[in-house]
């Protein structure tokens, strides 16, 4: 059961980056780990960081010489196709970490043993990584914590890439947050109605526009009852329920895809954006580099096994392929895609495939009189 007072503390660090710190130390804590760091990546690979105060020396150690290395971890993680937490001994051989320039030279000196850690890319092509350490004493990780965490990434990932887009600084009025987050973003209260929005969402029209009353609306039917639910859940009482989700919007043939991230206003994120209840954030998909499958599927809380099934969706498998590739039963998978496509707001697995495909929604026949 995911601890509602951390999700809290998460998106509250989201829109007030400097409280990271805080919110990795309880994580830390929750999974009996020395330290832990999150560090996001632009496209040319500019690095930035924050840790709890034991790790960070090594991270800035690293950050000032991380071009001379080559780092396998994160690489190794990435090609192993697991949208997840992995444990060091997942990615790397004892013997390939007694040799790693980067053990040798930054994590061993540090008095830290053992890593783990999770390699979230994002729509913009951007990296967000979580990083977990443990010192000799405090043995190595696990697959149980592993999925301790797994619990948590797709919140990490939302949270950590809205303070990927303010650099990781905290935005002090609500205007100079949405110049500083320089996509399309709007705050709205927990009706749908817009509070502030900036010119890039104003720009999404009609794929994203605002109607009567100024609520915020997707001219997906399917998009914009996923954001009426999501929004729903920000009621008063319906806090411990999982009220936070990104929203897929599909390519058009005037758009390419979004996806719609809602965060939720969380303490002191309400000095910030005073009188709203979420923070809209509208993340363009970039095409063709991302690899959509693992962009889109890490983003939407999808269990492993509907993972596997979005992911072999977007390759082109039918559910008998999967079902045989997984020695699942039809049913099984069956069931599993029933549920990728309530969380994805498709409704047939063609549109499934075509959303994780990043490309256009082919137009409906009309039936003939």
């Not at 790397?92 to 783990?116: N, S, V």
């Not at 719609?260 to 309400?270: F, G, M, S, T, Y």
């Not at 999808?302 to 079902?323: C, F, N, Q």
């Amino acid at each position: 059961m995911t601890d509602p007072a951390l999700l809290e503390a998460i998106y509250e660090a989201a829109a007030v980056p400097e409280l990271w710190p805080d919110v990795l130390a309880r994580l830390a804590e929750r999974v009996q780990s020395w330290g832990a760091a999150v560090a996001s990546f632009d496209p040319t690979w500019r690095m930035r960081f924050t840790a709890t105060p034991n790790y960070f020396p090594m991270f800035e150690a690293f950050a000032a010489r991380a071009d001379d290395y080559d780092n396998q971890r994160p690489k190794r993680a990435l090609a192993s196709g697991h949208n997840g937490f992995l444990h060091d001994l997942e990615v790397l051989t004892q013997e390939e970490m007694e040799r790693d320039p980067i053990y040798r030279d930054f994590i061993y000196p540090h008095g830290i043993r053992w890593t783990a850690g999770t390699v979230i890319p994002t729509p913009t092509r951007d990296v967000l990584i979580f990083d977990f350490a443990r010192r000799e004493e405090d043995g190595v990780f696990d697959r149980k914590t592993m999925a301790r965490l797994d619990q948590l990434r797709p919140h990490l990932a939302r949270a950590a890439l809205l303070s990927h887009r303010l650099g990781l600084r905290a935005a002090r009025a609500a205007t100079e947050a949405m110049a500083t987050i320089g996509v399309p973003a709007a705050m709205v209260d927990a009706g749908g109605r817009a509070v502030s929005l900036n010119a890039e969402l104003e720009a999404l029209a009609p794929t994203v526009t605002t109607g009567a009353f100024d609520r915020v609306q997707f001219r997906s039917p399917q998009a914009d009852a996923l954001l009426r639910e999501a929004l729903a859940r920000l009621a008063p009482g319906l806090e411990t329920t999982p009220h936070v989700q990104s929203i897929p919007i599909a390519a058009s043939e005037e758009r390419e895809a979004l996806v719609a991230h809602v965060l939720p206003v969380r303490r002191a994120a309400a000095d910030i954006f005073v009188h709203s209840a979420a923070l809209l954030v509208f993340t363009p998909v970039a095409m063709p580099t991302s690899p959509l499958a693992e962009v889109l599927t890490g983003l939407f809380d999808l269990s492993p096994a509907e993972t596997r099934v979005a992911r072999g969706i977007a390759g082109g498998l039918s559910l008998d392929d999967i079902a045989a590739a997984q020695n699942l039963s039809r049913e099984t998978v069956r069931t599993q895609l029933k549920s990728v496509l309530l969380k994805t707001g498709t409704s047939r697995q063609v549109d499934l495939a075509l959303l994780l495909s990043g490309t256009s929604a082919l137009p409906r026949q009309t039936p003939e009189a």
